[in-house]
């Protein structure tokens, strides 16, 4: 008798990121026959967490919000055991260090923020004017005009000290973009919004607890993820298309999703590879717990590389092993260039944390040269699924850049391919 082809499956995800792993989970528990393939040794994409001396570290410095609504419609978050952050900062001035808190979470900031000499009222009524809109409406917030963040902060007049000493550096962690010049209001406002509503945290197990947890209700649900599989191309016949793997065989399938990463995109299809932008994030043991609190630090002053640092294990104990306490400092990383050197980031944490730090053992530096889509404005909050007969594509470049566009685009890329 003769021998028959080899399988055709009815879809194929290329990549185990959020996208990836959420669209297969849906897909599979629909009844597909799903694989995913995945070049790297675990899932999870830029998601991804590292035990290294009993330390938990994440690839990068990242935050869970659970206040994201993909998040508690893709998962347990109960299981997640997310530890909260203080919703707050605290600021290094000229003289000293000062503390600012959302007034409803933390009242017992109140007067320090106020006597802080960063809200001056023109500021704050500034700041409500431009918050307004997006705590009303969102969706209208994304439907309407759009500009640059700096444009729109100066057409409100946020143009003081919470703007320059405050805002910009807190945001520049999270945008990686130091000054809003490059980035969309929309969604600056957007991000800005879920920090107001929600509490960002910490998953106990580090943040690869998200995908592990993705990729476990995707198996439940009869998706086969493959490890270690990379695809090296991307081909479509008339029945189906089929997908090259380095040292493996090519796998077929009726349909493939794209979820890859937005740098790796180019390599497989005819797509413009999107536009990425950088951080750089250092991870130090301290035996002795720096002073102060579970606020993240930012620099007023910009006197440094550093934009954002915090003692994690203040709110995360579970990020370092017992009588050790792990401080992650975030600087910005602009194209393939080097980034911040390890002795411009000691002087600059021991200005901010004290003379201890230089004593503090470094653990790793992570360069994340693409560690986010650019969002430039106008907004783009939704890209179409398919790009072309058989072939759709998902990820945060797609949607927009946070844990919450991931997981919305490969959601959307697998209930349309279900309703095709």
């Known amino acids: 008798m003769p021998r028959s082809g080899p399988a055709v499956h009815d879809v194929v995800v290329i990549g185990a990121g959020l996208a990836g792993l959420r669209a297969a989970g849906i897909l599979a528990r629909a009844g597909r026959d799903v694989v995913v393939l995945e070049a790297g040794d675990d899932v999870g994409g ?3 967490t590292d035990v290294v001396d009993g330390f938990r570290l994440d690839r990068g410095f990242h935050v869970l919000n659970p206040a994201y609504p993909a998040l508690s419609r893709a998962v347990d978050l109960e299981a997640l055991e997310v530890a909260a952050f203080p919703v707050g900062v605290r600021v290094r001035r ?14 017992d900031l109140i007067l320090p923020s106020l006597a802080s000499g960063l809200v001056r009222p023109a500021d704050a009524w500034a700041l409500v004017r431009w918050m307004l809109p997006v705590l009303r409406d969102p969706k209208r917030v994304i439907r309407g005009p759009d500009r640059s963040l700096a444009a729109g902060w100066d057409r409100v007049g946020l143009t003081g000290p919470l703007r320059t ?9 999270v945008i990686a973009d130091a000054t809003g010049g490059a980035t969309s209001e929309a969604f600056a406002r957007l991000l800005v919004r879920m920090f107001a509503v929600g509490r960002p945290g910490l998953p106990a197990a580090g943040i690869a607890a998200l995908p592990r947890q993705l990729a476990a209700r995707a198996r439940q649900a009869g998706a086969d993820i493959r490890l270690s599989h990379r695809v090296t191309a991307l081909g479509r016949g008339e029945d189906a298309c089929e997908a ?12 493939v999703i794209v979820a890859v990463g937005p740098e790796a995109v180019g390599a497989l299809i005819d797509l413009p590879t999107p536009a ?3 951080l750089q994030t250092w991870w130090f043991d301290a035996e002795q717990e720096p002073a102060f609190d579970a606020l993240l630090a930012v620099d007023g002053r910009r006197r440094g590389p550093i934009v954002n640092t915090a003692v994690l294990s203040r709110t995360a104990p579970s990020y370092a092993p ?25 002087r600059q944490l021991v200005d901010l944390w004290g003379k201890d730090a230089v004593r503090w053992r470094l653990l ?3 360069d994340v040269h693409h560690a986010l889509p650019a969002q430039p404005a106008p ?16 990820g945060d470049h797609r949607d927009t850049a946070s844990i919450q566009g991931a997981l919305v685009s490969g959601a959307r890329v697998a209930r349309t391919l279900l309703s095709a």
């Open 244 to 255: 090259a793997i380095e040292h493996a065989d090519t796998v077929r399938a009726r349909h």
């Open 276 to 278: 990425t932008k950088g």
């Open 364 to 366: 790793r530096r992570d």
């Open 94 to 107: 000229e003289t000293r260090s000062v503390r600012l808190g959302h007034p409803l979470r933390h009242p």
């Open 322 to 346: 017992p009588g050790h306490h792990l401080v992650q400092a975030t600087c910005l990383l602009d194209g393939d260039a080097p980034g911040a050197q390890e002795d411009q980031v000691r």
């Open 165 to 173: 000493e405050v805002l910009e550096p807190f945001l520049a962690g």
């Open 379 to 394: 907004l783009r909050a939704r890209s179409a699924p398919w790009i072309a007969e058989r072939i759709l594509i998902a």
């Open 46 to 48: 830029r998601e991804r």
